[in-house]
């Protein structure tokens, strides 16, 4: 079979009894599988390095989709220093001998890329203490984290840091991993093509467990044994999904689950939540979910479903499982019973329309603040009235762009709270029109 990186020598005996996932670590940039938005040709990461600049960043994605790696290959692609902490094992006590020796490193003319494995595991003020020595460029800093970075980092470090996000592995990625595998110890996986299929779904998007596995296999299958499905069960012990997350089975039980929700029918969305969990999905994309049917399907005709959705989240990391999931099974009823309004969902979606339509456009400038006498002098902040100063707090000023006039993108409906919503508007509708016309 051919290997995959180019010729490769046969594994020195000195490696042998690394694991596969070591030895198979890429070392170029452009070897790392599933990620070619970012190091593809065109890729983000890419054009970083051929810019000859690239900046503090934080790679968010699931475990083993290559955050290491790629932060390894950075380091040796800019001639840095590569450092690697783990949030989970280090303290503040850590972290300044760590800018110290970065500091000293400097002195002698080299700059440290500092890694931070799990980085959202820092709390607040461990967080902060990064801030002078990336402003300073004593490091560069690459975090990692399996976390949504908008909820889990300090917004002083995100805004001196760039986002990245890493992709779950496809199973056509996995097989890459797999072959690159056989390629490396000269052998060809004992399984047939069925077992094959279930060891990259058993795997789930995770570049390192499928390694991790076919080396289980290697090692525990017998001289010219093939294994089939139950085989491979048995060899490895780990229960397989019942349906692929990465493909039809994970997209039609999501879909349902949604449909179901949106359809006022808690039972059916019950069913749907329960057989996720029993097919092994993750806890938290089945969360990200809820939290998306809040949003999306009820939106403002119940304000507590949001909170709701995201309290369900809370409570299972809390928790942990199975207790945990109880909570996102009182959610999903809780959703599934609320009134329904996609109002706030397309009045977001024709707001970006017109984002786009008409993002040259200039604010009014009597709604533009004049922090300068030349900004005055040009008519910013002329005749803006306050709000609270008006008669019942409303002044009826235009904030539109003047070339664009006024639009109406949220309709609310006549169920649950976005009653009292529509009747606010229609007052303050009504209020704008007088005040307009007394004005004219």
């Avoid at 056989?182 to 052998?187: D, I, L, M, R, V």
């Avoid at 533009?368 to 009235?385: D, F, I």
Wanted: hydrophobic content about 40%; proline content about 5%.
């Amino acid at each position: 079979m051919p290997d995959l990186f180019g010729e490769r020598a046969p594994a020195h005996p000195d490696t042998a009894h690394r694991p596969l996932a070591d030895r198979l670590r890429p070392t170029r940039l452009e070897d790392v599988v599933g990620q070619d938005h970012l190091t593809g040709p065109d890729g983000a990461l890419t054009r970083m390095i051929a810019s000859g600049s690239l900046g503090n960043i934080i790679f968010w994605g699931p475990p083993g989709t290559g955050k290491t790696t790629i932060a390894r290959l950075l380091a040796g692609s800019a001639d840095l220093h590569f450092e690697q902490i783990s949030a989970i094992f280090s303290g503040v006590a850590d972290l300044k001998k760590v800018f110290e020796a970065a500091r000293m490193r400097l002195q002698n003319g080299k700059q440290t890329l500092l890694f931070v494995d799990e980085i959202h595991r820092f709390n607040r003020a461990q967080q902060d203490s990064f801030l002078p020595v990336v402003e300073d460029g004593t490091i560069l800093l690459v975090g990692a984290t399996t976390e949504n970075p908008s909820f889990e980092l300090n917004a002083a470090l995100l805004s001196r840091s760039r986002v990245l996000t890493l992709k779950r592995l496809d199973p056509e990625h996995l097989e890459i991993l797999l072959q690159r595998a056989e390629t490396e110890t000269g052998k060809t996986l004992p399984l047939t093509d069925e077992a094959r299929t279930l060891l990259s779904m058993m795997a789930d998007g995770d570049g390192r467990a499928v390694l991790t596995l076919a080396e289980e296999v290697f090692r525990s299958a017998k001289a010219d044994e093939i294994l089939d499905e139950d085989g491979l069960r048995r060899i490895v012990q780990r229960r397989a999904p019942v349906y692929d997350k990465g493909q039809d089975g994970h997209y039609n039980l999501i879909s349902a689950l949604h449909k179901a929700v949106r359809g006022s029918d808690p039972d059916a969305a019950l069913y749907y939540l329960a057989r996720m969990f029993d097919a092994g999905e993750d806890p938290l994309y089945i969360g990200r979910r809820l939290v998306r049917m809040a949003s999306e399907d009820i939106g403002l005709a119940d304000p507590q479903a949001l909170s709701i959705a995201l309290a369900a989240k809370d409570a299972y990391d809390y928790l942990g499982s199975p207790e945990g999931e109880l909570a996102f099974a009182q959610a999903c009823i809780y959703l599934a019973t609320a009134p329904k309004s996609n109002a706030a969902y397309m009045a977001f979606k024709s707001s970006m329309h017109a984002a786009k339509e008409f993002g040259s456009l200039l604010p009014p400038k009597h709604i533009l603040n004049a922090p300068t006498k030349l900004m005055s002098a040009e008519g910013y902040s002329e005749g803006y009235r306050y709000d609270h100063d008006e008669p019942d707090a409303f002044s009826g000023q235009d904030y539109f762009p003047e070339a664009m006039g006024r639009r109406s993108f949220y309709e609310p409906v006549e169920r649950g709270f976005e009653r009292d919503i529509r009747k606010r508007l229609e007052y303050w509708s009504n209020l704008r029109r007088e005040r307009q016309n007394k004005s004219d």
